[in-house]
């Protein structure tokens, strides 16, 4: 079975675009700079099984309190 490179290199792109996407969300809520949760997860999509232990390091890890909320809480 023959794998195209351009098939191929068209997944691992769409992959680390909707990867890039769901860090910089839970980067939101998790940790202080979202847009570097973001990048990081786009960087280490370009291999896939990283990406998704990125991923399951950022569900797993506790929410930021926010300042507002510690003010009106």
């Not at 890039?20 to 570097?36: D, H």
């Not at 990125?54 to 300042?67: C, E, N, Q």
Request: with cysteine; glycine share 10%; proline share 4%.
């Amino acid at each position: 079975m023959n794998i195209n490179a351009t098939l191929l290199g068209e997944f691992i792109a769409l992959f680390a675009l909707i990867m890039g996407a769901v860090c910089y969300y839970l980067g939101r809520r998790k940790t202080q700079t979202p847009v570097l949760a973001g990048l990081l997860g786009v960087a280490l999509s370009i291999i896939p099984p990283l990406g998704l232990v990125y991923l399951v390091v950022l569900v797993l890890k506790k929410d930021v309190v926010s300042t507002s909320a510690a003010v009106s809480g």
